[in-house]
């Protein structure tokens, strides 16, 4: 069964760049067809859909979020890696990965979700 685990430091400062990691089991995040997008959730708000990184590298982020944050992969530890950098009191939340597969003209449905970690932004 195919399980995403959600890592990161829990507390970033306010300017600093916080790294998020996703390790998925299971399943290989280069299997075709299959995505891993990140999600966040602020306190008392709504999802909110961050980008995601496809089986053959690709990505696409959220325009409101892309100039200040990447997403890359290690294949060899089957692990992507969330970067969002110059971090502000916003961007406090709980993050999730999740795995979803496209199904094509944009049709795709999310099978497996990691349980989140929470990320607080605060001096």
């Known amino acids: 069964q195919v399980q995403l685990r959600e890592s990161g430091p829990g507390l970033v400062k306010p300017s600093q760049t916080l790294s998020l990691t996703c390790t998925v089991s299971?399943?290989?995040?280069?299997?075709?067809?299959?995505?891993v997008a990140w999600i966040r959730q602020p306190p008392g708000k709504g999802l909110e859909w961050i980008g995601y990184i496809g089986y053959s590298g690709v990505t696409y982020y959220s325009s409101s979020l892309k100039s200040r944050m990447s997403i890359s992969r290690d294949t060899s530890r089957n692990q992507i890696t969330l970067q969002l950098s110059s971090v502000i009191q916003e961007d406090t939340a709980m993050y999730y990965c999740?795995?979803?597969?496209?199904?094509?003209?944009?049709?795709?449905?999310?099978?497996?979700w990691g349980p989140g970690t929470q990320v607080t932004v605060s001096s």
């Open positions: 999740g795995r979803f597969r496209d199904y094509g003209a944009g049709s795709h449905e999310y099978d497996y």
């Open positions: 299971g399943g290989s995040i280069t299997t075709t067809y299959y995505y």
